[in-house]
């Protein structure tokens, strides 16, 4: 008997079948982190981009997740300060990618396909991520819980054919800090928007932060949970073909924990200024 959704969304919840390493990017000349499996030639690979003034080290549990699945994982550690530059974030992210896919990884015995190298990034990253898309070229992005960057992600979301996964705090949907309904309804190809019960646009990243103790930025492990499940199915999906997760690159699919958002149409500018 196939696996229920439920069924799929718990399982990608939880760690994969692979031990992972840990690496470290500046060791190429740029700071930041690196997970893999163990062994594999022509893995597929993703490419994170860190949130305003977040450390990689709070995306720890997701980044060994996903290498735990099969997964190359890169993180630059670049553009932390309280003015970043989103075109370098993105410049940087483009040359996480090229590192992976440019030289053998661990003891050699891991290599990266070039064609099956994904961008996914969190708030001010999924925006750089977007941007790094677009420059690069991907099979797939991932946007969760964007935020707004500049220049605008939108203009180079509409450039892109190929599929996106847009993730976003039902709450925040309308609001001036998250542009997921304009990122979305802007996509040249299949893009699909669903927010996250219960979520936060901040409850991703892990561990404390001094935003966290002044009663911003708290983590949510439901949030993690969730989040993970549902990148982890997307990019089996579109990065190794995987189609027993099919579901979660499906539009109109249900998925627990989710609420699909239709409507993609770019909102009222003026309306958000006035709520705002």
Known sequence: ??????????????????PVLRGDLALAGLPGVVYTPTEGYSLPAVVFGHAWMTST??????????????????????????????????????SAADICTGVRLGPGKI??????????????????????AAEHGSPAVAALFPAPTAPPAETFAAKQTGPALVLAAEEDLDSMNCNARSLA?????QAILRSVDKASGTGLAEGRSLLGALGAGTPQRGTQRTTRALLTGYLLYHLTGATEYDVFATPDAEIPHTTLVPDLEEPDQTSQLLRG
């Open 111 to 132: 290599s990266v396909a070039r064609d099956r190298v994904a961008f996914a990034g969190h708030a001010m990253g999924a925006g750089a991520a977007v941007i790094a």
């Open 185 to 189: 309804a802007t996509w040249a190809g």
């Open 57 to 94: 080290d709070r995306y720890r549990e997701l980044l060994i997740h996903l290498a735990s699945w099969g997964f190359v994982v890169a993180a630059p550690g670049t553009q932390r300060s309280p003015i970043p530059s989103h075109l370098t974030l993105a410049s940087d992210l483009r």
């Open 1 to 18: 008997m196939a696996p229920t959704t439920k069924n799929l969304v718990s399982r990608l919840s939880k760690r994969g079948p692979h």
